[in-house]
């Protein structure tokens, strides 16, 4: 089993910042990525990004390309989403996942992860 915990959502206005993490406990030798979804009320879940453990090599969202930055420290089993240009239509509960090996490795699809925490929100006021 692997726990996830995720820190540093809140209240912005737009064009704010915000640093989101996600701390790994339990069987984290297991995961091969970790990824960031995020779900707006009446939608479905979507990707954000998502980060190799071993290589460090990412995917984005078109949405969030050159805005979001995700980056992991393997020392301290955490994941990071820098959240930089928020914009109002980046509201929403934010999840980290993991993904452990053995699957199909689709880093955009949830259904690919194994695990996830419990979200935070993060809400941009224009």
């Known amino acids: 089993q692997v726990q996830l915990v995720e820190s540093g959502g809140g209240l912005v206005q737009a064009g704010d910042s915000l640093r989101l993490s996600c701390v790994a406990s339990?069987?984290?030798?297991?995961?091969?990525?970790m990824g960031w979804f995020r779900q707006a009320p009446g939608k479905e879940r979507d990707f954000v990004a998502a980060v190799w453990w071993t290589t460090s090599r990412t995917s984005y969202a078109d949405s969030v390309k050159g805005r979001f930055t995700i980056s992991r420290d393997n020392a301290k089993s955490t994941v990071y989403l820098q959240m930089d240009s928020l914009k109002p239509e980046d509201t929403a509960v934010y999840y980290c996942?993991?993904?452990?090996?053995?699957?199909?490795?689709?880093?955009?699809?949830?259904?690919?992860?194994?695990?996830w925490g419990q979200g935070t929100q993060v809400t941009v006021s224009s």
């Open positions: 996942a993991a993904m452990e090996y053995g699957g199909r490795y689709r880093l955009t699809l949830a259904d690919d992860y194994d695990y």
């Open positions: 339990g069987r984290i030798f297991t995961n091969v990525a």
